[in-house]
């Protein structure tokens, strides 16, 4: 759940660090203003980042960086910590650093959405099939005893009409199984963007 969280609120994380930090915003001020943010676990990991920095029970940023780095579970979120703990020791060039890793996290997202749009291609067909031609199918075969009554029953034997009905019942059942399990795996192949 942590890692999904992550993964949905990065973008706009970086995004902010950059638009905060090429207008003079320093880096101490931009974590705390995604600290108050809503961008989700992110702005809670940050908040409590600093509230731990201005009790002054940690050894600064730095190590704040690299604690926040093990608890994080998505590889960007890891990529930006990296990052940040990179500019806090070695002094880099951010804005820049943070303007590719923007850039690569929206290919990858329109990657994973096509990807996502594909997989689901054939669900409304399918959708569509089941939901309609199923019942259709069940419907003709409730009909049957009437259909072979008469001269026709005499040709063939018909089990009785409570047994077609309990077979009737149970394939529609079947049916709103089977649409709810496509369902279902839709929703689970969700990229979460």
Do not use: C, W
């Amino acid at each position: 759940m942590r890692k999904l969280e992550e993964k949905r609120e990065l973008l706009y994380v970086i995004r902010t660090l950059d638009v905060l930090m090429s207008s003079g915003v320093g880096l101490e001020a931009a974590l705390h203003t995604i600290g108050k943010g809503g961008y989700g676990i992110i702005s809670e990991d940050f908040s409590q980042m600093m509230r731990r920095l201005q009790k002054g029970n940690t050894g600064g940023i730095g190590p704040e960086l690299k604690g926040l780095m093990q608890r994080s579970e998505s590889a960007g979120y890891k990529r930006l910590l990296n990052t940040l703990y990179t500019n806090v020791t070695q002094n880099t060039d951010l804005v820049e650093t943070l303007k590719k890793q923007g850039t690569r996290m929206e290919e990858d997202r329109s990657e994973e959405v096509e990807k996502y749009i594909e997989d689901l291609s054939g669900v409304p067909e399918t959708l569509l099939s089941i939901g309609m031609i199923g019942p259709i199918i069940l419907a003709i075969v409730g009909l049957v005893p009437q259909l072979m009554s008469g001269d026709l029953g005499a040709f063939m034997s018909l089990p009785d009409s409570s047994v077609i009905n309990a077979v009737v019942n149970m394939g529609l059942g079947l049916t709103l199984v089977a649409m709810a399990l496509i369902g279902v795996k839709a929703h689970t192949k969700d990229p979460g963007v």
